[in-house]
């Protein structure tokens, strides 16, 4: 079954501080990855998805995400927060090839010092 | 309309009693999803419809758990007799197509059984 492991669960960096949140998922054949965020209050949004084609995929908010298929990982960058990227953050993948459900890590709260 | 709409927001019911939620999926889309959240936690997969099928409940807890998509379009999520296990917030997703697309979230109810 698939799954997705969230090592980081909160994370306090200053503003203009470099963000990387790691991802791991466990799935064999062709991927489908999320980030998803969900700001205080709020529904989740997307961030960013990868479906095929470059590993490196730019989201909102100057966001991106690499896909390494070698590490099974797909961590989410940033290289300067603001306050305003306080949130939480969730990884997600489903199976590329077929219609499936989308599982879900157990997500990072990310927690910005002004 | 604009977005994935869930009715009620809140809903406070007794242990025991049998619990509706209801969700209004983006116009058009084929997919929808059912998911829990419960404090902390990332979304935990329930169940995904394509079209009026389920096309894999395997989340569904138990046999207490029950969801339908009569026509295609609003789905209705069921729970009876709740326990206290099941407070959580619940959530709905709907995507135009299963794969290759994300899923848009809506805000979700809070259920709470005292």
């Known amino acids: 079954a698939q799954s997705v492991s969230q090592h980081n669960h909160h994370v306090i960096l200053s503003e203009a501080a470099s963000l990387e949140l790691g991802c791991n998922y466990s799935?064999?054949?062709?991927?489908?990855l999320f980030w998803y965020v969900q700001y205080p209050g709020q529904h989740l949004q997307l961030l960013l998805k990868?479906?095929?084609?470059?590993?490196l995929v730019k989201g909102i908010k100057g966001f991106e995400a690499e896909f390494i298929k070698s590490k099974f990982s797909f961590n989410l960058r940033k290289p300067s927060v603001q306050w305003s990227d306080t949130a939480e953050y969730f990884c997600a993948v489903n199976e590329g090839s077929s219609a499936s459900k989308i599982i879900f890590g157990s997500g990072t709260r990310l927690s910005i010092r002004p | 309309g604009a977005g994935v709409s869930q009715t009620p927001s809140n809903k406070v019911t007794e242990k025991g009693k049998y619990v509706e939620l209801r969700c209004d999926p983006i116009?058009?889309?084929?997919?929808l999803y059912w998911y829990r959240q419960s404090l902390g936690q990332g979304p935990e997969f329930l169940i995904y419809?394509?079209?009026?099928?389920?096309?894999?409940d395997s989340g569904l807890p138990n046999d207490r758990f029950f969801a339908v998509r009569p026509e295609g379009s609003v789905s209705t999520l069921k729970i009876q007799r709740t326990e206290r296990g099941d407070s959580a917030v619940y959530l709905c997703?709907?995507?135009?197509?299963?794969?290759?697309?994300?899923?848009?979230f809506g805000q979700g109810t809070r259920l709470t059984v005292v």
């Open positions: 799935y064999g054949g062709t991927v489908n």
């Open positions: 116009s058009g889309h084929t997919a």
């Open positions: 997703a709907s995507s135009p197509s299963p794969l290759g697309t994300e899923a848009f």
């Open positions: 990868y479906f095929s084609g470059d590993p």
């Open positions: 419809f394509q079209g009026t099928g389920a096309a894999d």
